[in-house]
């Protein structure tokens, strides 16, 4: 098992098998056409008053390739890994997902690990890409390079900004340990079946814990489900 320095973070709880995990309530509302808040971006009102959070997910994924020279993909620091990550439960021909660890964690390519760690997405800064920074990561069995049973879990501690009768769009400040910088996120969360009209119309404005499960890194695809909703003030 390998763990990275600094803070731990809270691990999701286990995510519902993958067959659960689909969107099956209201029709998914259309793409949001590439108008996924950002942190200059109106729709997500201001980020002086949304909660300092991570972003935390939990999921299986083969490491595709490993770089280490800083000029590889935009790595702007010596003391991390670049990695490319297939998501081993993700849909066929999905995008690879961008991940770093720091210089004591060493990945194998080829090798299949059980990731946890903090999703940024892409903000717009130096890099342009949304990335996951490992904190742990634990080897699993070689029969598991290629299949997985569990989807990729999220939990987020965010302010709701938006509620429509599908998804919601949350923000939150993120503490980027990579740059080491904060800037504010958003993302749209559909609402899963569990989910009753009567909690989706009491979130708007508050400060809410929201767990899920994701099956793309881009939360405009509709593929980010919230399976759970806790009012946290």
Partial sequence: MSKAKGKPSKVPDAPPAAASTQYTGAAAPPPMNNTRPRQDDSAADSYDDVPEAELVVAAKGVVLSRYRDRDEWGNLDDDYWTMDLRM???????KALKARSEEDMVLEEGKAYAFHGAMYLD??????????????????????TSTATTTMAFEIEARVQAVQAAYCVVSWQAEDDYENTEYGQAAKICFGEGIAKEQRQGILHRVCTIGGTMTSENPD???????????SS
């Fill in 88 to 94: 081993v439960d993700w849909p066929a021909g999905s």
């Fill in 123 to 144: 903000p717009g800064k130096q890099w342009t890409s949304t990335f996951l920074l490992i904190k742990q990561a634990d080897a699993l069995p070689q029969e598991q």
């Fill in 221 to 231: 695809d509709n593929t980010w489900v919230a399976t759970r909703i806790v009012i």
